[in-house]
């Protein structure tokens, strides 16, 4: 994912108050992606990105490229809440998700097509997302067991060199997930806008299943 331009200064991670979207969910698809740590989000992204032309946008991602950016105002709290498994600030997360959105589309020249992965993770995240920068077309939800998840996320940690891939962080990142986000799935599906996807087969036939939940959602493949 290229680098994202650096704000200016703090106003730019500060998630202004605004009286509409900034972006039109006529001209912008935006599906997020939620799922415990270790459910498979990245790779059934990398597959919807290959055949339906999406720009994936990791949250966690742009929150890790911000806290290693030089002069960051923010570098060292994001490290402390990534490092303690809790969730950042809503104004940094979201203003940085809106800025990498503005670039795809200017500089990119993007279709619009978005899939936000690990976000919202709090119900705060998620109304101040679709109130200021656009309504989600509905998310996608990977429900995975805490024992599958916990032993895909140690295996990883072996190479990935993430600080959180350890014992101790992936426990506080499995409450967090529990009793943070858990309520953005329980709020999400009574609008009718959660797709559940069973996550504990091979990546090939857990995204078999998210393909079928696509075409059923009005998405066709691009590819």
């Known amino acids: 994912m290229p680098a994202i331009p650096p704000p200016a200064d703090k106003a730019r991670l500060s998630a202004p108050e605004k009286d509409t979207p900034t972006f039109s969910p006529d001209k912008v ?72 959105m503005t670039h795809d589309l200017k500089e990119k020249d993007g279709n619009g097509r978005f899939l936000i992965d690990g976000f919202p993770r709090k119900m705060d995240q998620a109304l101040k997302f679709e109130e200021t920068v656009c309504p989600s077309k509905f998310t996608l939800f990977f429900d995975c067991p805490e024992d599958v998840m916990q032993e895909r996320l140690l295996n990883r940690g072996k190479t990935s060199g993430r600080a959180d891939d350890n014992a101790e962080s992936i426990k506080k990142r499995f409450k967090t997930f529990v009793e943070t986000s858990m309520p953005v799935v329980d709020y999400f599906e009574k609008e009718g806008k959660v797709v559940k996807i069973p996550a504990t087969k091979s990546p090939d036939e857990v995204y078999a299943e998210v393909k079928g939940k696509m075409g059923q959602r009005g998405f066709e493949m691009t590819k």
């Open 29 to 100: 698809s935006i599906v997020f992606v939620l799922g415990g740590p270790g459910a498979g989000k990245g790779t059934q992204c990398d597959f919807l990105v290959r055949d339906y032309g999406f720009t994936h946008l990791s949250a966690g991602d742009l929150l890790r490229e911000e806290q290693d950016r030089k002069d960051s105002q923010f570098g060292g709290v994001i490290k402390e809440y990534i490092k303690e498994g809790k969730i950042v600030p809503m104004e940094i997360t979201v203003q940085l998700l809106e800025n990498a």
